[in-house]
């Protein structure tokens, strides 16, 4: 028994000391994100893809729930001596706990709901959904956010109710609402990776009769610019496709576990105790660890450009200091040496108040004061 309670404080510890750390992680990783998609957008020059409007909805989430975590985890170890009968620290701990937290998984589901459904317009309905300008995926982001505010609402306003088996119902929004949402994605990504395979199969067949009869018109070098011109949409749709699907998959792989662990606690059956709950949900929570890496592998390329671009910027910084300080001190030398070569000529000046005249003979300078 005395085994099983030192487990216990030691996973305790190990808990409250990983958490807070790895919300640190979080922040620094997804606002690391969040920096890249502006410069790589103002790189570019070019128009905001919705795709990456709700990476950048995600990213903010993400930050959110880190800066939560780290709060949430650092005020453990002080609920149970210092804020114990602290009504208003329990109120505090218990928003952050059932509010956000939930806030922001159902902020992920939505938001990768509505991306899911961004993929599935721009592959069926390609002319319609380029017609589409962002205000509607600006309106679909804010729908995100109002039904994720007003689902976690609810459940807190029923848990302040302290109604019967309250927390049974608590520990099913995370089978209902994962569950469901997966059911959903592989259904779209099933019927989108359908579409996607048919239509590369027929703009392989497409590109290569052109490539063929733009080669016996042209030359060969015009007739491989025309077949790049036509697979870059074709590229650049597959890649924003396959970082939903990881993204999505992520999503899957983190949260489906713990989602698990709640359908058994809530239907009456053990988890495998407090330790494997815990670990469940850091392994949820390690999906906001994940996504920005999933960013990062997906943009590789531009990655490698952007750390190469901020080593130059940070070695022309350095070299325009150096040039200035180089400039600075060679513009000191010169001054020290006017000033000095002024000196010299001023003290050859005869003074007013004692006028001198000066005779030279045989090479001998004599300064004679008149009387």
Known sequence: MS?????????DAIYTTVTPILGGVVVILNSLELFMIMKMQKKKRSKVTNSFIFITNLCVSDIMVGIVMIILKSMDPYMKTDLKD????????GILKHVFIRLSLFISIFNLLALTLDRYLAITGPLKHRKRGKSFVYKMIAAVWFFSLACVI?????????LSNVEKYNNMVFPISSYTTSVVFVFCYSFIYKVVRDSSTKDI??????YVKSRKR???STSEQTEKDQKSPIKQEIKLLRLAILTVGVFCICWLPFSTCNLLIAAGRSCGGKDVERTLFTLAFFNSVLNPIVYFLNNLKYVKEFIKGEKAKKY???SSRTQITKARSETTTTMDSTNRK???????IPNNKHPSYVCSYDNEVFLNDES
Do not use: H, W
């Open 218 to 220: 042209s030359s060969t």
């Open 342 to 348: 002024s000196s010299l000529t001023t003290s050859q």
């Open 154 to 162: 609810l459940i807190y306003c029923i848990s302040r109710f302290e």
């Open 3 to 11: 085994g099983k309670k030192q487990m216990s404080a030691y996973s």
């Open 205 to 210: 067949a497409r590109s290569k009769s052109t």
């Open 316 to 318: 022309s910084t350095v």
């Open 86 to 93: 602290d009504n208003t620290a329990k109120e505090f701990y």
